[in-house]
């Protein structure tokens, strides 16, 4: 019997503009055998389900009809540099990982994309961006992704925020990049790959929490132990959107991943811990 939770140990607070938030909790940026211990937990720990997926606080909280296990349409659009969002401007997608990288990022992206709609029914379309500010327009994409400075070097990495309702007009679904990080395609050398944290985050946007299962893409922890949605994330989406119409699932083994929390319009963010001393 799959097992699923609507929130736990969530502490929900709401802005002015009606956004949900989820209050700061810091994450780490470990190695994979320390994701292993640090997410183990004590000797006592209950054992965790292999389908212990968690749900995001939205409601009806999933893109498309409200009925649960049906699929959806989502559009999507990229913010081009200056376009206000609560606290900044954001800035030239086509710098964030190097000058002139935007179409390189865009097929990174594309990717995280094309990872969730293989193993669920989802289908995803690119239209244009309107460039009005944040959580203003109903004439962009669903999913708004776009950059702008966080809080300088290794702090939040990204934040992504979740489906509706969600915020006064169409915050749901959008996903800021930190751009003061190192963005890199893959898991080689310095920085963080685009493909895996922006697959977490879309995670959020689709209508995911963070998991405790370990080896979990929606887990709290960022490791390059392996790639893309594994066993727990594809058991959770499957229950927000079905199972794909046209695509075999694959059923990779559980491994460490990712992490971190740093709010939510339904928004979740990555913060990287400062290694102990």
């Known amino acids: 019997m799959r097992f699923f939770v609507i929130s736990r140990n969530f502490n929900y607070s709401f802005t002015k503009r009606g956004i949900i938030v989820f209050n700061k909790i810091k994450f780490a940026l470990v190695g994979a055998g320390v994701a292993l211990a640090l997410m183990t937990g004590s000797a006592n720990a209950a054992p965790i389900s292999s389908s212990d997926f968690v749900l995001g606080p939205t409601t009806p909280g999933k893109w498309g009809s409200s009925v649960m296990g049906t699929g959806a349409s989502v559009t999507y659009s990229f913010m081009s540099a200056g376009i206000p969002t609560d606290a900044t401007s954001t800035t030239d997608l086509d710098s964030l990982m190097g000058p002139g990288t935007f179409s390189l990022f865009k097929t990174i992206v594309e990717s995280a994309f094309a990872a969730w709609s293989a193993v669920a029914d989802l289908t995803f379309s690119e239209v244009p961006d309107d460039g009005a500010p944040f959580n203003t327009t109903l004439g962009s994409g669903d999913i708004r992704i776009g950059a702008h400075a966080f809080d300088g070097p290794g702090g939040t990495l990204a934040h992504g925020f979740f489906p509706p309702v969600n915020g006064a007009v ?7 990049f930190d751009s003061a990080e190192i963005w890199k395609d893959g898991f080689v050398g310095p920085g963080f790959d685009v493909f895996q944290v922006m697959t977490h985050e879309l995670g959020h946007a689709l209508g995911l929490a963070h998991t405790a299962v370990p080896g979990s893409l929606m887990n ?8 893309g949605p594994q066993a727990d994330d594809i058991a959770g989406m499957q229950f927000i959107y079905g199972a794909p119409t046209t695509t075999p699932i694959p059923v990779p083994a559980a491994l460490p991943l990712m992490g971190s929390a740093f709010a939510v319009m339904g928004l979740f963010g990555w913060r990287r811990r400062r290694n102990a001393a």
């Not at 709290?220 to 790639?227: D, G, Q, V």
Request: proline share 0%.
């Open 170 to 176: 169409s915050a749901a679904g959008d996903i800021h």
């Open 220 to 227: 709290e922890f960022y490791t390059e132990a392996f790639s």
